[in-house]
């Protein structure tokens, strides 16, 4: 099973919005609403950020928001701070594991 | 609190074996599936492992089947991977991670336990 593909970096100024993008196939992210997204600073674990698309755990940010359209998953990440400077992984259910696969992870840079 | 605490980590040869566990506390552990995760050095997240709550169902990609095996003590509110056969590239931070309440998603992380594969 191939990782979901993600983009190796995106970056943007502090107040701005960026929006990471994650590509599968119909087994996946296309034919289920089983999408989650991690945020990982350097050295430390993976955080919960949004699951099943677009719903966002107690304690995340509004800022944070998630959605689908076809076999694509966004993350879109608006009001751009210095602390959301990370690795983000997309994750999905998927039918042929009928586990969970992860995307390549993104690097966010803040400038 | 809810945590997760790995342990069992640490150098081993190739085709050796080693048993890692995750204490968990904070929560019901007996009403969650649970999940292992690693992470290879420089590298993304890799999914190694499912159990049921019950620990009577296991999910294990291609990669790791049949020498992965993931079970938990209930009554210990401890989940463990079981690694055989390890291979240099088994290297990585293994995460133990608890399942959410709607499933294929992982809600809690504890911070992870290095196993390395050197001779």
């Known amino acids: 099973q191939s990782a979901l593909t993600q983009p190796p970096s995106v970056s943007g100024s502090p107040g701005q919005s960026v929006t990471i993008s994650c590509t599968g196939t119909?087994?996946?992210?296309?034919?289920?609403?089983?999408v989650s997204w991690y945020q990982q600073p350097p050295g430390t674990a993976p955080k919960l950020m949004i699951f099943e698309v677009s719903n966002r755990p107690s304690g995340v940010p509004a800022r944070f928001s998630g959605s689908k359209s076809g076999n694509t998953a966004s993350l879109t990440i608006s009001g751009l701070q210095a602390e959301d400077e990370a690795e983000y992984y997309c994750?999905?259910?998927?039918?042929?594991?009928?586990?969970?696969?992860f995307g390549g992870g993104t690097t966010l840079t803040v400038l | 609190e809810v945590q997760l605490l790995e342990s069992g980590g640490g150098l081993i040869q190739p085709g050796g074996s080693l048993r890692l566990s995750c204490t968990a506390s904070g929560f019901k552990f007996d009403g969650y599936a649970m999940n292992w995760v690693r992470q290879a050095p420089g590298k993304g997240l890799e999914w190694v492992s499912s159990?049921?709550?019950?620990?009577?169902?296991?999910y294990y990609p291609n990669s790791v089947k049949g020498r992965f095996t993931s079970s938990r003590d209930n009554s210990k509110n401890t989940l463990f991977l079981q690694i055989d056969s390890l291979r240099v590239e088994d290297s990585a931070v293994y995460y133990c991670?608890?399942?959410?309440?709607?499933?294929?998603?992982?809600?809690?992380w504890g911070k992870g336990t290095t196993v390395t594969v050197s001779s």
């Open positions: 119909s087994s996946d992210i296309g034919g289920y609403d089983r």
């Open positions: 991670a608890k399942e959410g309440r709607y499933y294929y998603y992982m809600d809690v």
């Open positions: 159990i049921s709550a019950d620990g009577y169902t296991t």
């Open positions: 994750a999905s259910y998927t039918s042929i594991t009928t586990y969970v696969v």
